[in-house]
């Protein structure tokens, strides 16, 4: 497996994991109440932050474990990564024309920084699928 797409998977899961351990939060506290006056802000810093650290330790955790496997980035992966980061851009502007709509028609701040966080959540999910396809599936020009 290339590094990129072990990289790729790392970021997939910790994205997944993060934004359910969010939900499980906010749901959880939400009980009878309505989503909105839940107090979700300091969840939804902390997952993001525990993703972002998550994320460092596990690529350098991989980057330890598979020392010996010594590559260099070819013009295959070059195309592969590209592919990935505009498969996952795409969603980032999804989530911000959500937002902005949401802001336009007055919605609660609850709505616009969830569509937000969705929009990175299914960015990465994106990127990281697009990647993975890439890598088992071949990549060629289009």
Known sequence: MAAEERRS???MVVAVVAYAVYLVVVLGRAGDS?????AYAWPLVWTVVAAVVA???LNIASA???AEEVEEKDQRDREIYRFGEHAGHSFVVVGA???LLLALLEADRFWIANAVYLAFVLS???EGVAKVVAYR???GPW
Do not use: K, N
């Open 9 to 11: 998977w790392i970021a």
């Open 34 to 38: 309505a989503l909105v006056d839940v």
């Open 55 to 57: 994320a460092i330790v």
């Open 64 to 66: 330890i474990a598979f």
């Open 97 to 99: 024309v959500a937002a």
């Open 124 to 126: 990465a999910l994106a």
């Open 137 to 139: 599936r071949g990549f």
